[in-house]
């Protein structure tokens, strides 16, 4: 069987752009301090990354299954006129944040937190329905990425199925959460939820950058 070739991306070196061989890479590279380059299985995720930065991909390419070229084509590219939102928390329950940018110049729409006891799916529930929001408010025909099938699941069914128990240090996310269910069951919406595809495209723009 042929082996495929690989495909590399300069970020930051003599000659910035992509390259189909690793020759090509290394003379764009050589000698240059500080250069940012990465190897892509196939053409089509290398042009995703370059329309990305170093950063994005950094340490988070490794051990990470990779897509085939023929699903990457049936996936397509996102849709840049979106907003994106994501959540981080410091272990299973920990201090919480999140946020939601614009897709395509990552530029903070709204953030929150970080909140003392919560969960990462709480702050994901969260961070849709305040998105949710913003676009209703807006008018705005955007449609909205999430990485978290457990979150869509609760907006869907306009509840949050947390285990967590509330408490004093916890009661600013419950009174949270209550105020978005009670927004789901009183709002109707026409934005799109969409998954965000990480194998194909890397980090959700709204990634907090702590994996």
């Known amino acids: 069987m042929k082996k495929k070739n690989k495909f590399y991306v300069v970020w930051k070196g003599k000659r910035p752009g992509i390259y189909s061989t690793w020759e090509e890479c290394k003379l764009a590279i050589e000698g240059f301090k500080g250069a940012e380059y990465m190897s892509f299985p196939d053409k089509s995720s290398a042009a995703l990354a370059w329309k990305k930065s170093y950063k994005d991909y950094k340490g988070k390419m490794k051990n990470k299954k990779t897509i085939s070229e023929e699903k990457l084509k049936l996936i397509g590219l996102p849709n840049m006129f979106s907003i994106s939102v994501d959540a981080a928390s410091s272990g299973?329950?920990?201090?919480?944040?999140?946020?939601?940018?614009?897709?395509?110049?990552?530029?903070?729409?709204?953030?929150?937190?970080?909140?003392?006891?919560?969960?990462?799916?709480?702050?994901?529930?969260?961070?849709?329905?305040?998105?949710?929001?913003?676009?209703?408010?807006?008018?705005?025909?955007?449609?909205?990425?999430?990485?978290?099938?457990?979150?869509?699941?609760?907006?869907?069914?306009?509840?949050?199925?947390?285990?967590?128990?509330?408490?004093?240090?916890?009661?600013?996310?419950?009174?949270?959460?209550?105020?978005?269910?009670?927004?789901?069951?009183?709002?109707?919406?026409?934005?799109?939820?969409?998954?965000?595809?990480?194998?194909?495209?890397?980090?959700?723009?709204?990634?907090?950058?702590?994996?």
Request: charged content about 30%; some cysteine.
């Open 92 to 211: 299973n329950t920990g201090v919480m944040e999140y946020q939601g940018v614009d897709t395509r110049s990552r530029k903070i729409i709204f953030k929150q937190g970080p909140f003392e006891e919560a969960t990462n799916n709480i702050g994901e529930f969260l961070a849709i329905v305040h998105g949710l929001a913003v676009l209703k408010k807006e008018k705005s025909t955007r449609v909205l990425y999430t990485d978290s099938r457990t979150a869509m699941s609760w907006v869907r069914k306009k509840h949050c199925n947390t285990k967590l128990i509330e408490s004093q240090k916890n009661r600013p996310v419950f009174d949270l959460i209550r105020r978005a269910v009670a927004w789901l069951n009183s709002n109707d919406y026409k934005t799109e939820i969409i998954k965000w595809e990480t194998k194909a495209w890397g980090e959700i723009p709204a990634d907090f950058g702590r994996k």
